[in-house]
T-cell receptor, first 116, second 112 residues
Framework: GAVVSQHPSWVICKSGTSVKIECRSL??????MFWYRQFPKQSLMLMAT?????????EQGVEKDKFLINHASLTLSTLTVTSAHPEDSSFYIC????????????FGEGSWLTVV | QKEVEQDPGPLSVPEGAIVSLNCTYS??????FMWYRQYSRKGPELLMY????GNKEDGRFTAQVDKSSKYISLFIRDSQPSDSATYLC????????????FGKGTHLIIQP
């Protein structure tokens, strides 16, 4: 079964509104989670590293004020897309790894965001 | 030059054939190498991971890493139509402690 869960699976929002996506590790604690974005027929691109109890680290070119990340607990990270625009429409995916086995990096099922 | 190069395909083979997928990379600092399978509109599913150079086998899947050539491979034996998907290679410096760098993915089609 899934070890990383995302919610919602898909969401449609109006331009200018904000959308929150949740990522949970189900049976392990994750001090670090990662957020990726994938456009159609493209690969996954790392957006940011979510750190429990501290600020997220963003990749070059990713607006931290637009993509707010909160890692409030060891099993939950949230990504909020603020003032969404149609060009933000994409597939957003989170990942987490078990601390005792750094090679086993699991991904959530992803969240499809459509901004209209 | 991109950090990770992967032929997007599509790669079409008959059922039962051995499939060979591969990636090349440029950053010698990568230590963890993974292969993921992704079905349309779904999150990636971890197939295998390898730390540093070497081979690893799991059922019908074999992963190979040649750090000297900066080349990694995934072999699928006795391929099945259900193996049809996009296969992504990924790598990182510190495994789960770092974000992954992905290839573009190879679209694999197994013909019944």
């Amino acid at each position: 079964g899934a070890v990383v869960s995302q919610h919602p699976s898909w969401v449609i929002c109006k331009s200018g509104t904000s959308v929150k996506i949740e990522c949970r590790s189900l049976d392990f604690q994750a001090t670090t989670m990662f957020w990726y974005r994938q456009f159609p027929k493209q690969s996954l691109m790392l957006m940011a590293t979510s750190n429990e109890g501290s600020k997220a680290t963003y990749e070059q070119g990713v607006e931290k004020d637009k993509f707010l990340i909160n890692h409030a607990s060891l099993t939950l990270s949230t990504l909020t897309v603020t003032s969404a625009h149609p060009e933000d429409s994409s597939f957003y995916i989170c990942s987490a790894a078990r601390a005792e086995n750094l090679g086993t990096i699991y991904f959530g099922e992803g969240s499809w965001l459509t901004v209209v | 030059q991109k950090e990770v190069e992967q032929d997007p395909g599509p790669l079409s083979v008959p059922e039962g054939a051995i499939v060979s997928l591969n990636c090349t990379y440029s950053n010698s600092a990568f230590q963890y190498f993974m292969w993921y399978r992704q079905y349309s509109r779904k999150g990636p599913e971890l197939l295998m991971y390898t730390y540093s150079s070497g081979n690893k086998e799991d059922g019908r899947f074999t992963a190979q890493v040649d750090k000297s050539s900066k080349y990694i491979s995934l072999f699928i034996r006795d391929s099945q139509p259900s193996d049809s998907a996009t296969y992504l290679c990924a790598m990182s410096y510190g495994g789960g402690a770092d974000g992954l760098t992905f290839g573009k993915g190879t679209h694999l089609i197994i013909q019944p």
